[in-house]
């Protein structure tokens, strides 16, 4: 268990709650300790975590197989979900669903996207991700990576790279990009909303919060004349080169919080009139709602 748990602050009453579980993977971590990792809300008293052991100080292999449980907010009871052999990415479609980047079970191969029903413990292999690892990590020992991926709010549709990565990250090793794919959670139906588009390194998909619309966000090579971009297109529809750097969808979905110019400079982005206005500095961590 790491130095750092998660606290919890009740709005009601103003209290503080410390859990038994932390934000990510704790930096201290050694084997023969069981980490307790928080994943999400599932309802207004119960959220998602990971408790996981640790078995290795190799960071290729470290971890054991993971049980997700339901936390109780009040009494602090764990009730297990289901168990995972091995994950990086989630996201949480509550309060019925767990979206992870990862395997089941050991020898799959490579990782999937699947779903973790969390009334009844399913667990349903979707789309494949290509290959898996620890993402050339500097400060932690633990960066479980697979290729980036978004669900749907509705937990309906997926962007997926397709064809999936064949390397992983490292210091040294970027991933070459691939077409990025709207589809089905299954994979059926799918389309390429941003065609054949390909950047100096794997894109990241972005879903946002009504579903309405969906970004790929194409990094920059490292050339000053080449700045980040970001790939806007509305589900069914045409698609938009907006420049700046993605940090995050306004929660009403009608604007993007981006970063422009050189230096930086946090700005909003109006999907609706295309302008781009300045916010205040250093704003960028704010938490965005309507």
Known sequence: MGPYPLVMYDTSNGQILT??????????????????MFIGWVDDNTFLGAVQPVISTNADGPLGVSTIVKVNVATQAET???????????????PNYLFYAGLKDSGEGQAHLRRLNLNTGADTQLVPLGEYGNGGCQVGTFCNWTAFWDV????AHVLYHNPAP????????????T?????????TNASKPFGDKLAATLTAPAFSPDGRYSLAVY???????????IGLAQVGGSVAMVDGRFDAWRGDSRALVVEVGDPLKVSLYDIATHTTTALEPDSMFYLWGN
Request: hydrophobic residues 30%; proline residues 14%.
């Open 179 to 187: 077409p990025l794919v709207y589809a089905n959670v299954d994979g």
């Open 219 to 229: 990094p920059t090579n490292g050339s000053p004349s080449s700045p980040p971009q």
């Open 166 to 177: 064949t390397t992983f990250p490292s210091d040294t090793g970027p991933v070459k990009d």
């Open 80 to 94: 297990t979900v289901g168990k995972v052999a091995w994950f990086a990415g989630t996201k949480m479609v509550a």
């Open 19 to 36: 859990t038994k579980f932390d934000a990510g993977y704790p930096s201290d971590a050694s084997p023969g300790t069981t980490l307790r």
């Open 152 to 155: 749907s709010p509705d937990g």
